[in-house]
């Protein structure tokens, strides 16, 4: 599949690149027409420093922000995302003054959870969601019912690559949207044409990358 990888490239920053497959390919709530790959700039420093930069030019500076909460292996960003914020003067009401970056721990059943050790980074504070890619935002929103749950104040959340505007009437912000990607769709399973035609799946795909079938 990799030999059909496509390059679309940031509108604010040259140094951020989103790889893409296209194909038929199957999240755990949808068909796409295309793998979206963010492994580069979560992984590469560069370019995970680069996306937290941009990231913050895009967050409220109105807002308190103790706690950010990283879904889809993107700690990495998290740490840099977490260091604008400090040099960029944003409060935090933190005992030591600094931000939390942690994320939740996903169960057998799906479920989104924290262990002890880690919800009081979570209760009573004020939290940016930071996920790497959103197709439908079924993730956002158990992501931020179990911020909710555990305490947690929802200040922002971004996300590297989305195709939705908001979840729950919470706006979300991103590097690369579905404008992005010539021709990127999401179907309904039920109503993929790929399925429809007989096409069979190439891969599971989610936020940490995909699983040839």
């Known amino acids: 599949m990799e030999d059909r990888t496509m390059k679309f490239y940031s509108k ?7 790889h893409c497959i296209p194909g038929h390919f199957a999240t755990s709530h949808s068909h796409i027409n295309y793998y979206v790959d963010v492994t580069s700039i979560k992984t590469r420093t560069s370019e995970a420093r680069e996306a937290a930069k941009v990231l913050y030019s895009k967050m409220p500076k109105s807002n308190y922000v103790d706690t950010i909460v990283c879904m889809d292996g993107t700690e990495v960003i998290g740490a840099f995302l977490g260091q604008e ?3 960029g003067g944003l ?9 939390y970056v942690v994320s939740p721990e996903i169960n057998n ?4 959870l924290f262990r002890d050790n880690n919800k009081g980074a979570v209760a009573g ?14 993730t956002i929103r158990r992501a931020l019912e179990c911020i909710r749950y555990y305490g947690g104040e929802i200040e922002w959340v971004a996300s590297l690559f989305s195709t939705v ?3 729950d009437s919470v706006p979300i912000d991103s590097l ?8 990127y769709a999401a179907y309904n399973p039920h109503d ?8 069979r799946i190439e891969a599971m795909v989610n936020g940490f990358g995909y699983s040839k079938l």
């Not at 993929?192 to 096409?199: A, W």
């Open 12 to 18: 604010e920053s040259n140094l951020l690149t989103l």
């Open 85 to 87: 914020i400090e040099q």
């Open 91 to 99: 409060i935090s009401t933190n005992r030591h003054e600094t931000v």
């Open 109 to 112: 059943n799906n479920q989104i």
């Open 125 to 138: 504070k004020h939290v940016v969601l930071l996920l790497a890619t959103t197709t439908t935002g079924e």
């Open 165 to 167: 505007d908001s979840v």
């Open 176 to 183: 690369f949207d579905g404008h992005d990607v010539t021709g």
């Open 192 to 199: 993929c044409p790929f399925c429809k035609k007989g096409q």
